[in-house]
């Protein structure tokens, strides 16, 4: 696939917004990780593909090395109010639902692609972190946080907003292609 047909394959799964990912200007922050560890979304040491069974920043960003182009998805939506739950549970539901189907068609042209999330792997709904190897290891998709990613920056570095304005959620993930 050309980054245009990527692009437009993110339009016809209805994300808000997709763009080129800046793969050359990925940083692997150690706060970032540091943030994941003071269990800020409750995954850390529950997952395989959450740190610190994920692997190193060293190792994460050894992965990433391997990719030349990507593709930044986005999904946002107004609030009614900045308490506005619902909507942001939807948009959460809305964005995952989209990024797995983004992701379940680039796998068919790009097997060892490397997408990554917003939020924790779902793949299954319960881990067998630590007992057990992952069942799925080439359907299972870290975030970008396991990788150290810090999301505004990234979008940042790849020309596109991260904050949409007051009375707004946005939801990010991206896939590496080599």
């Not at 150690?30 to 692997?55: D, F, I, L, N, S």
């Not at 609030?79 to 809305?94: G, I």
């Not at 639902?97 to 490397?114: H, I, K, Q, S």
């Amino acid at each position: 696939m050309t980054q245009q047909e990527l692009l437009a394959l993110a339009e016809e799964i209805g994300f808000s917004h997709a763009g080129e990912l800046n793969v050359a200007e990925l940083e692997f922050l150690p706060e970032v990780r540091e943030m994941c560890a003071a269990g800020k979304c409750h995954a850390y040491g529950t997952r395989w593909t959450c740190p610190p069974a994920c692997g190193t920043l060293e190792e994460a960003a050894a992965r990433a090395a391997r990719y030349h182009r990507g593709v930044l998805l986005q999904s946002t939506a107004e609030l009614e109010d900045d308490f506005d739950v619902e909507t942001m549970q939807e948009t959460e539901r809305l964005h995952h639902d989209r990024f797995m189907a983004f992701a379940a068609r680039v796998r068919e042209e790009y097997p060892g692609c490397l997408p990554m999330s917003a939020g924790t792997c779902t793949v299954c709904e319960t881990c067998t972190y630590p007992g057990a190897p992952c069942r799925f290891p080439q359907k299972a998709i870290p975030s970008m946080e396991a990788y150290g990613l810090w999301v505004s920056k990234v979008c940042e570095q790849s020309g596109m907003q991260y904050y949409y304005g007051p009375g707004t959620i946005t939801y990010s993930a991206c896939v590496l292609i080599d």
